[in-house]
């Protein structure tokens, strides 16, 4: 099984790509209208640097989750106890962000946030009616004005054969948001877990635009929408030398948002970061 990408322009987009997700978790869009130069530009300038030593001078925070990730304190995947091969930064609305890369991830930022809108919007139309009326307000007001949607920055460095046996790049896990945004990187590696527990390949078009359901939609939908467990695995061969670039947007609602009976958004983003032992 293939996923299958859907063109934004065709007139059935919309019910195309909900279909798509609730079946796998995953949507891929093409002929999309984020400028893929300037995801192209982007993947280049903050490739330099994590090239720099500048990035430790943006050591993230722990009260404000922004800044600069180093490998040492790279995430472990929920039930896994191997860190993840990756080093990563954080760009939040008010968050720091080195002078010289401001002005075009924050453009990156915004125009994708104007994009997730549309996107979340699609999701509540093609809904069945029982399941709309699980949500405490439209999706797509969720994420209005949210200062926790966050844009993550990722770096896979190069492989060097010294890695911990056993770690990959990123373990197996579900995202905790509403749906996440992601630009196809300038590598292939993204797998998605299919409903039998087999791994499907994201298809990885330099162009595509990929999106999967987190785990805030599926509490918001009663499960109707399922949150997609994925994983980057390690590139072999020629591509080992290789650095990998990604760009998720995790679109977060504002803390007071009403999930469900159980949950605000914020009761449930601080249960998930205790767990993920970064709170």
Known sequence: MQLPTVDYTAENAAEQFVESLRNTGFGVLKNHPISQELVESIYKNWQAFFNSNEKH??????????GYFPPEVSEVAKGFTKKDIKEYYHVYPKGRVPAQLEVEIREYYRLANEFASTLLSWVQEYAPADVKAKFSIDLKDMISNSEQTLLRVLHYPPMTGDEEPGAIRAAAHGDINLLTVLPAAN???????DKDGGWLDVPCDFGNLIINIGDMLQEASGGYFPSTIHRVINPTGKASDKSRISLP???HPRPDVVLSERYTADEYLNERLRE???K
């Open 187 to 193: 590598e292939p590696g993204l797998q998605v877990q």
């Open 57 to 66: 001078d943006f050591l993230f925070s722990k009260e404000t989750q922004d």
């Open 276 to 278: 993920l032992g970064v």
């Open 249 to 251: 947007l995790f679109l």
